[in-house]
């Protein structure tokens, strides 16, 4: 008996050495899309009152989280049942961050805030529910980048048996979560560590210095964030068409990987962009005539 259960703990450590092992490999082939993640919501956590922004970015990692229980297992399922699936649901969600990247270009190119004037008022939404619709924005970008990185998670372990897979796969969501989501709150609360350490400093010294340099910084951060994020939303989509789509395997050969994937992310975005313009035009139409 006892033989038996030093059998069954030696089963298990080997099963987790296995599984250490893989979660470090496929860690590494997500760790591209892992800073594209990061880039993306801490563009997409930051811009509240600083009250708000802790709270706010909670509500989105629990999303996330959420977001992985779902994924991991109907990935499973999918690689096993139906694999082509996962090639079609991924190119949607190409599609869907496309969208969204190329969205943010036209916003800022073509439809910048008019300054206000008495003759045109406008109806701002109240706080709350722009919050509330910031998050849900944040909770569905996560939601696509989650499912390339559980795929990629998943590809390098599709040589080993269901138990490995399960485990690397949930260890590498947990990572992904717990590691993104936490560089992104130490981002967003960049100046109240400057200010804490300005008043513990005296303003004095390095502390000060180092204080008065997060402070100054963080504005300077975000708008980098938003930069990388759209960027990298382009990129991420643009990969996602280049490896899963058969024809972009042929084409542009002699191109930059990254310049390819960012020309296909733009392709991607107008594409998508014209179709959510026909069908909100079709609708408003629709809903006037009805």
């Known amino acids: 008996m006892p033989s038996g259960f030093f059998a069954i703990l030696d089963d298990i450590a080997a099963l987790m050495d296995d599984v250490a092992v893989n979660a470090k490999l496929a860690t590494k082939k997500t760790a591209g899309i892992l800073g594209d993640d990061l880039a993306v919501n801490a ?49 949607l969600g190409g599609f869907y961050l496309a969208f ?14 008019q300054p206000e004037t008495q003759d045109s008022i406008e109806v701002v939404k109240p706080d709350a529910e722009l919050e509330k619709i910031k998050i849900k924005s944040a909770i569905t970008t996560d939601f696509i980048l989650s499912v390339e990185i ?15 897979q399960i485990l690397t796969v949930s260890v590498v969501s947990i990572i992904a979560t717990v590691g993104v989501y936490g560089i992104v709150a130490l981002v967003v609360r ?6 804490k350490l300005i008043e ?31 960027i990298a939303l382009l990129l991420v989509s643009g990969g996602i068409f280049a490896h899963n789509i058969e024809y972009l395997h042929h084409i542009l050969l002699e191109w930059p990987d990254i310049l ?19 069908i909100k035009k079709m ?3 629709f809903k006037k005539t009805y």
Request: no cysteine.
């Open 100 to 113: 969204e990247g190329l969205e943010k270009i036209v916003e800022y190119f073509f439809h910048k805030k």
């Open 43 to 91: 563009e997409k956590s930051t811009g509240f009152v600083s009250s708000r922004e802790i709270p706010v970015l909670w509500a989105i990692t629990k999303g996330s989280f959420i977001n992985k229980l779902i994924i991991v297992p109907v990935t499973l399922l999918l690689n096993v049942f139906l694999p082509t699936a996962i090639i079609v649901v991924l190119i």
């Open 150 to 164: 559980v795929i990629i998670a998943l590809s390098t372990v599709l040589d080993k048996n269901l138990s490995v």
């Open 260 to 278: 390819k994937e960012f020309t296909f992310g733009i392709i991607g975005g107008i594409f998508a962009l014209i179709v959510i313009t026909i």
């Open 190 to 195: 960049m100046d109240d560590i400057g200010y």
């Open 200 to 230: 513990k400093s005296k303003s004095k010294g390095f502390l000060n210095a180092f204080g008065l340099f997060l402070v100054k910084a963080l504005p300077i951060v975000i708008k980098t964030f938003s930069v990388v994020g759209t």
């Open 283 to 285: 609708f408003s139409h």
